[in-house]
């Protein structure tokens, strides 16, 4: 399965609306087939285990190593530009749009299985 990191606004704006925001995109993730890694999740673990914003960070990119791309949801957001970032500098492909991500991802696999 094609594991997608989810980079998205947290503490820029809402943040409830913001997580519902993001826990919907795994959802739609999950829908089209995909495995997402959802890092605002972590606000629940963040409530009753208080961590700094460094260390979740931290946390966050060692996930985003291992996912086969990132999809950037739109908002002003420090981390999910530093995300998308790390990801452009690991040579992990970026999209900013789910349907875009999908049409890429099915070009990639009929590309793969006409060779």
Request: charged share 25%; proline share 4%.
């Amino acid at each position: 399965m094609i594991k997608v990191y989810i980079a998205s606004p947290y503490s820029m704006g809402d943040n409830t609306e913001n997580i519902n925001r993001h826990i919907d995109m795994a959802s739609a993730l999950r829908d089209h087939g995909f495995t997402p890694y959802a890092p605002l999740m972590s606000h629940f673990e963040d409530m009753r285990h208080p961590r700094s914003w460094g260390d979740w960070i931290e946390h966050d990119l060692e996930w985003l190593k291992v996912c086969d791309c990132v999809l950037r949801l739109d908002g002003e957001s420090k981390g999910a530009d530093m995300e998308v970032e790390y990801a452009v500098k690991l040579g992990i492909p970026v999209f900013f749009n789910l349907e875009v991500l999908i049409a890429e991802i099915k070009n990639i696999i009929l590309d793969n299985l006409s060779i």
